[in-house]
Every structure is written in C-alpha cells, then in structure tokens.
C-alpha cells in the first residue's frame, strides 16, 4: 500500500515535469494527502533516476531549431537563392 502511494506520486511527479509543470514537495504532498516532506522525498528519487532536466529538454529544442535553419539555409544556397 504505502509502496502504491509513493509509485503514484513518482508517476504524476514525472507527468507534470514533463508537461513544463513541476510540483513542489508541498504541492505533491498535498496532492496524496501527505506532507512537504514526504512530497520532496519522492521527487528526490525522480531526480535520482536521471533523464532529462528541463535546460536538457530546452537545448535539445534550440539544436534542432538552429539545424532546421542550417538545412534551409543549405537548400537555399544549392537551388541558388
């Protein structure tokens, strides 16, 4: 049961950050009906996992952005505009 309630949490924790809307400890607390602690533990062992940060996501985006312009800029060139 307890081990239930804290895979919930980690699931929606990982839900909202990947949404752009992290919780805070207190917000996630609140959410289960448990405290700001409880709620910073479970997104310390989010955090823990690994993967991508929000600055990770928000590089990953800009490359791809200055590639598009790269290879626009190449057609560009090669078809002589």
């Known amino acids: 049961m307890w081990e239930e309630a804290r895979e ?20 996630l607390g609140a959410k289960f009906e448990k405290g700001e602690t409880w709620g910073l533990e479970r997104l310390a062992e989010i955090r823990a996992e690994g993967g991508a940060t929000r600055s990770t996501v928000r590089r990953q985006e800009v490359d791809r952005a200055w590639e598009a312009v790269r290879v626009e800029a190449r057609r560009a060139r090669d078809a002589g505009e």
């Open 8 to 27: 919930a949490a980690r699931a929606e924790a990982r839900r909202a950050r990947d949404a752009g809307e992290p919780y805070t400890g207190a917000e």
